[in-house]
C-alpha cells in the first residue's frame, strides 16, 4: 500500500464514523494504524434509473407556479389532478399511491438535481452520472465500482452489486467491481452451473470474460433465493426487476447495491400517455418493492433513489412532447429515510437561451449522501471533491 | 491410464508440431494458410467452414480480401416474406381507431417483425457474401432503428434492404438515404419537426451518433440543423418518404460557422465535407473488424483515403482489412462475438443448415440482440459489453445445448432473457400478450435446439488430415481463435473423441471470441 493509499483509507476510516465510536471502539491510534473501514455494507442502496430522461416538471408538479402552465399549455397538469404534497409541489396523478408513503415521511422529493455545464446527449450525460464525474472529464469507472475499490464489500457477499433490466453496468462498470446483470434469480441458479472459475488472463476481451465467469461462480456459490414471497408483485417489466431484486435482498449472501431500471422515457412526442403509464408503473413496481422489503425484514435498512441522465426541457414541443432538458426531480424512499423535499424548484421564468433550467442540487451531494450518511464511507476520494451531503437519512 | 496420459500428451505435442511446420508451409510469407484464412473469414463473416478455409488459405492476403469485397450484394439471396414487398398504403390504426384495434395492429406488426427475424437469420445462413450481411448489420447498428417504435414491419424491412443495397457501397448516398429513411424518420421523430416547431432528436443524433461524433459540434449547430430537417415527412398512402414545402423553414441557418438558407441534404453536405465524418466512421468499423483498440494514425490515414474516395465504403475497408493491425498476433482473439455472429457463425462453422432461422433469431435476443429492436439510437453497444452474468449465461446454454452437453428439459425453458424482445409494450394491457410471445419464443428456441442434429464425428472425419489426431487439430484451428482456457479441449484430442472436443471448445471461453 502506498502513502498515498494508506493516508486516504485512514482518513477515510475516521471521517466515517463518529470520533467518539472510533476511539470507543479501538483507540485512536489503533484507528490510525489499521486503515480498516468498515462501511455498513449491510446497508443496502437501490438505484432505480429512469432511462431517456424522465419529465421532472409533470412528475413533481410546480402547481402554483403561473410559468409552469405558460410553458406547458397542452401537457401541463391541472392544478386539481395534481396530488397536491406541499402548498407548492405535487405528484402527477399516476404517482397517487406514493402520497401516504410521502406523509408518513418515508418519501422524500429532490428537486432541481442536475450539474454544470449540462450535456444534453443521452449517452454523455448519463455517463456524467454514472462516473460521476463533471461534465468535462472522462472517467472510466463507475462511482460504485469506484467506491467498492476503495472500500471491499465483505467475502462472504455473493457480489457487490447487480443490476437488473438492463444490460448496461452503469455505475458498477468497471474492472474492479464484482457485479452482475441478472434478470431471474432461478434461472441464474440453473444456468450457473455451466461456469467455471478459472485465473483471468490474456487479453482484455478474454479476461473481461473470464471475470464474469468467475463473478458467476461466487454469486452462485453466496445467492440462495429458495425464500418465497407473499408480496404481489405487478406483472409489468418493472414489477418483474422489482421481485428479482426482493429475491436478490432476501438472500443471506447478499449485495451491497443494486441498479433496476425502468425504460421508455424519452418522450419527445405524445408524452401524456406514455409518461402517464411509465409513471404508474413506476409507483406499482415502487409499492410492491417497499411490501418485499418489508416482508424479508430490510425496508428500514434500504436507500430507494431514482436518477435519469437528465430531465427534460420546461417548454413543451409541438409534437405533444418534450426535448432533453437538464436538471429533474428525483427520489429518494426507505424505512429510514427522512422524507420531506430538498433542494429548490429551478426558476421557471428564468430559461437559459437554450430553454433549459439551472440545476439547484448536484447529484454528487446526493450520491455523497449514500456514501457518507448512508455507508459510512467518506466520499471525496469516490467523487473527485467535497460535495454538502443530502441529509435524507434519520440518524 | 496414469502413466499412459503423459505419453499420449507427448505424442499430441509432436503431432501438434508436424501440423504446425505442415500449416507453417502452407502459409508461405506470402499466402494465408489455414490460421489466417480462419481468421479474415471469421473477421468478415460468421463464422468459417473448413472447406472455405481451405480455399483461403493459399490465397495471399491482397487476393483474399479483393474476393471477399468482390464478391459483396446489393440485393438478398432469399426473397422476403410477402407482407414485406407489399404495395399499397401502410397498415396502421385510424386517429379514431379503439383501444383493441390499437391493440390487435401492434400484434400484428410485432408478428410480422418476427418473420423477419427469421427471414434475417436465413438469409445470413444462406448468403454467398457474409461480408454483405455482416455491414448490413453494422449499418443498422449505426443508423439505428427499433421496430419497437416505429411498428410497421414493412418499413423496417425497406430500411434493412437500403442498408444491402449501399452495405459495401457509397456512404454519402447511405447518409443521405438512411436520414429519408420512413423507419428512420418515425424512430428519430423527423416527422414531427415543422418549421416554427422544431423537433432536434434526429439533428441531434445524425451529428452525435451516426457522423461526426461527440464534442465536435454544437448545440447551435444542432438546433439550426432541426430547422433545415423541417418539411422531411411520409406520404401517408405509400409510406414513402415526401418533401412538404409549406412545413420547411427555409430561412436562413448558421450551421459549422457557415450560413445559408440550408435544407436537409444541404446540411448532410456540410457534415460530410468534415473530415470528423470519415474519422468516426472508420473508428467505428476498426471496433467491428480489427481490434477493440484503434490505432489513431492508421484510423486517420485509412479516414483520408476514405474521404478522399468520395466515401466509397469498400476504401475504407479495404484499408482496415490490409492494415498490419488486422494481421497482428497480438490482435487475434481480441474482439467478443456479438450474439447473432455466435448463432449464426456456429450453425454455419458447423455445417447445420436449421429449416427456420426465426429460433436462432430468439435464441440470439436472449443473448441481448434482438434484430430490428436496438435498445436505443446509440445501438448495442457491443464489444465487452456483450458479455455480463446474464448473456453469458445464454450464451453457453445455447452451446451446451447444441453440443448437447445438458440433457433437454423436461419444462419449457424459462422465458425471462427473451424479455428485451417485446419490452416496450404499447400499453399495460398488452404485457398479458407479451408474456405469451415470450413463452411461445423461449419454446421454440428449445424444440429447434432439440431437432437440430449436431453430428460431430462427422463433422470432424471431414476435417483435412490423415488421422483423427491431425483432423482434431485442423478442427481446433477452425472453432478456436486462441490457445483454450480449459484442459478439457485437450483432454478431449488426447481421448481423440469428436464429441467431446466440439463440446469443449464450443463450451471454452475462448469460443466467445473472433
Not at chain 1, 229 to 234: E, G, I, K, Q
Not at chain 2, 245 to 256: N, Q, V
Request: hydrophobic share 45%; net charge neutral.
Amino acid at each position: 500500500m502506498n502513502r498515498r493509499r494508506f493516508l486516504r483509507s485512514g482518513l477515510g476510516a475516521i471521517a466515517a464514523r463518529p470520533a467518539s465510536l472510533v476511539i470507543g471502539a479501538l483507540g485512536a491510534d489503533m484507528a490510525w494504524a489499521t486503515p480498516r473501514a468498515q462501511p455498513a455494507y449491510q446497508r443496502l442502496l437501490i438505484l432505480v434509473e429512469l432511462k431517456g430522461g424522465n419529465d421532472g416538471f409533470n412528475t413533481v408538479v410546480p402547481y402554483t407556479d403561473p410559468a409552469y402552465y405558460a410553458l406547458r399549455p397542452k401537457l401541463a397538469i391541472p392544478r386539481d389532478h395534481v396530488v397536491q404534497v406541499t402548498d407548492r409541489v405535487g405528484f402527477h396523478p399516476a404517482l397517487q399511491s406514493l402520497q401516504p408513503l410521502f406523509d408518513r415521511g418515508r418519501l422524500a422529493v429532490l428537486l432541481g438535481v442536475g450539474y454544470p455545464a449540462p450535456n444534453l446527449s443521452h449517452f454523455r450525460s448519463i455517463e456524467i452520472w454514472d462516473t460521476a464525474s463533471s461534465s468535462d472529464r472522462y472517467l472510466a469507472d463507475g462511482w460504485l465500482a469506484r467506491t467498492f475499490a476503495q472500500a471491499a464489500t465483505p467475502s462472504r457477499f455473493a457480489a457487490d452489486g447487480v443490476v437488473i433490466g438492463s444490460n448496461d453496468m452503469g455505475p458498477l462498470a468497471g474492472s474492479g467491481a464484482r457485479a452482475l446483470a441478472l434478470a431471474n434469480t432461478d434461472q441464474f441458479l440453473q444456468r450457473a452451473k455451466l461456469a467455471r472459475s478459472e485465473p483471468s488472463t490474456g487479453n482484455p476481451a478474454l479476461a473481461h470474460i473470464l471475470k464474469v465467469e468467475s463473478d458467476v461462480v461466487r454469486a452462485a456459490t453466496h445467492l440462495d433465493t429458495s425464500r418465497t414471497l407473499a408480496t404481489d408483485f405487478p406483472g409489468t417489466p418493472f414489477g418483474n426487476v422489482v421481485r428479482t431484486a426482493c429475491h436478490v435482498a432476501a438472500s443471506p449472501g447478499g449485495v451491497a447495491c443494486m441498479r433496476l431500471t425502468l425504460n421508455g422515457f424519452d418522450t419527445h412526442g405524445a408524452q401524456a400517455g406514455t409518461q402517464a403509464r411509465l409513471l404508474r408503473e413506476l409507483a406499482e413496481g415502487l409499492i410492491a418493492l417497499q411490501n418485499g422489503l418489508t416482508e424479508i425484514g430490510r425496508w428500514d435498512d434500504t436507500l430507494v433513489l431514482t436518477y435519469a441522465e437528465f430531465g427534460r426541457r420546461p417548454h413543451e414541443n409541438l409534437s405533444g412532447g418534450t426535448d432533453h432538458g437538464t436538471a429533474s426531480a428525483h427520489f429518494a424512499l426507505g424505512g429510514s429515510v427522512r422524507g420531506g423535499v430538498y433542494g429548490a424548484m429551478p426558476d421557471l421564468s428564468r430559461l437559459g437561451s437554450d430553454g433549459n433550467v439551472t440545476h439547484t442540487l448536484d447529484f454528487r451531494s446526493v450520491y455523497a449522501s449514500v456514501l457518507d450518511r448512508w455507508w459510512g464511507i467518506e466520499s471525496a476520494p469516490v467523487l473527485g471533491g467535497r460535495y454538502e451531503p443530502v441529509d435524507l437519512v434519520r440518524s | 491410464m496414469r502413466l499412459l496420459r503423459p505419453f499420449v500428451f507427448f505424442v499430441i505435442a509432436a503431432l501438434a508440431l508436424v501440423g504446425a511446420v505442415h500449416g507453417a508451409r502452407a502459409a508461405t510469407a506470402d499466402t494465408l494458410g489455414a490460421e489466417g484464412a480462419r481468421h479474415l473469414l471469421t473477421r468478415t463473416g460468421f463464422g468459417a467452414t473448413p472447406s472455405e478455409i481451405a480455399r483461403y488459405a493459399p490465397l495471399t492476403r491482397e487476393d483474399a480480401v479483393e474476393r471477399i469485397l468482390a464478391a459483396t450484394r446489393t440485393l438478398p439471396v432469399l426473397a422476403p416474406p410477402a407482407f414485406a414487398t407489399a404495395g399499397g398504403p401502410l397498415p396502421r390504426p385510424g386517429p379514431n381507431a379503439s383501444a383493441e384495434d390499437r391493440k390487435t395492429y401492434v400484434r400484428e406488426q410485432a408478428r410480422d417483425t418476427l418473420a423477419l427475424r427469421g427471414w434475417w437469420i436465413d438469409e445470413m445462413l444462406a448468403t454467398p457474401s457474409p461480408l454483405t450481411e455482416r455491414m448490413t448489420l453494422f449499418w443498422h447498428n449505426h443508423f439505428v432503428s427499433s421496430q419497437q417504435k416505429v411498428r410497421p414491419a414493412r418499413l423496417m424491412y425497406a430500411q434493412n434492404a437500403t442498408f444491402r443495397r449501399y452495405a459495401v457501397g457509397d456512404f454519402r448516398a447511405l447518409l443521405h438515404a438512411a436520414a429519408k429513411d420512413p423507419a428512420m424518420e418515425v424512430y428519430l421523430d423527423t416527422v414531427q419537426n415543422r418549421k416554427g416547431a422544431p423537433n432536434e432528436n434526429f439533428a441531434r443524433e445524425v451529428m452525435e451518433l451516426f457522423t461526426l461524433g461527440e464534442g465536435h459540434y454544437t448545440e447551435q449547430d444542432v438546433k439550426e440543423a432541426a430547422r433545415a430537417f423541417t418539411g422531411w415527412s411520409i406520404d401517408r398512402d405509400t409510406g414513402a418518404f415526401v418533401f412538404r414545402p409549406r412545413l420547411h423553414d427555409d430561412g436562413s441557418k448558421t450551421i459549422f460557422g457557415q450560413r445559408g438558407d440550408f435544407d436537409g441534404d444541404a446540411v448532410l453536405d456540410l457534415i460530410l465535407a468534415r473530415p470528423d465524418t470519415a474519422r468516426f466512421v472508420v473508428q467505428k468499423l476498426w471496433l467491428e473488424f480489427v481490434s477493440p483498440q484503434p490505432d489513431a494514425q492508421a484510423v486517420a490515414r485509412i479516414a483520408g483515403r476514405f474521404r478522399a474516395s468520395g466515401y466509397d465504403i469498400k476504401v475504407a475497408l479495404r484499408g482496415l482489412l490490409l492494415d498490419p493491425a488486422f494481421w497482428a498476433p497480438a490482435d487475434r482473439g481480441t474482439l467478443v462475438k456479438s450474439p447473432v455472429e455466435l448463432v449464426v457463425g456456429t450453425l454455419h462453422t458447423l455445417e447445420l443448415a436449421p429449416p427456420d432461422g426465426l429460433p436462432y433469431a430468439l435464441a440470439a435476443a436472449g443473448m441481448g440482440q434482438n434484430l430490428f429492436a436496438p435498445p436505443n439510437v446509440k445501438g448495442w453497444p457491443g464489444g465487452d459489453r456483450w458479455i455480463n452474468a446474464t448473456t453469458l449465461l445464454a450464451r453457453k446454454q445455447f452451446l451446451a445445448r447444441l453440443a448437447r452437453a445438458i440433457p433437454a428439459p423436461t419444462a419449457p425453458m424459462d422465458a425471462a432473457p427473451v424479455a428485451s424482445m417485446t419490452s416496450m409494450p404499447a400499453t399495460a394491457a398488452a404485457n398479458d400478450a407479451v408474456t405469451t410471445l415470450q413463452q411461445r419464443a423461449a419454446r421454440s428456441v428449445e424444440r429447434a435446439l432439440a431437432r437440430i442434429a449436431l453430428d460431430a464425428g462427422t463433422w470432424v472425419a471431414a476435417q483435412p488430415g490423415n488421422d483423427v489426431p491431425a483432423k482434431l487439430a485442423f478442427a481446433q484451428n477452425v472453432l478456436l481463435p486462441l490457445a483454450p482456457v480449459t484442459g478439457d479441449v485437450a483432454e478431449a484430442r488426447a481421448q481423440r473423441d469428436p464429441v467431446l472436443f466440439v463440446r469443449a471448445a464450443l463450451l471454452d471461453p475462448v469460443y466467445e471470441l473472433k
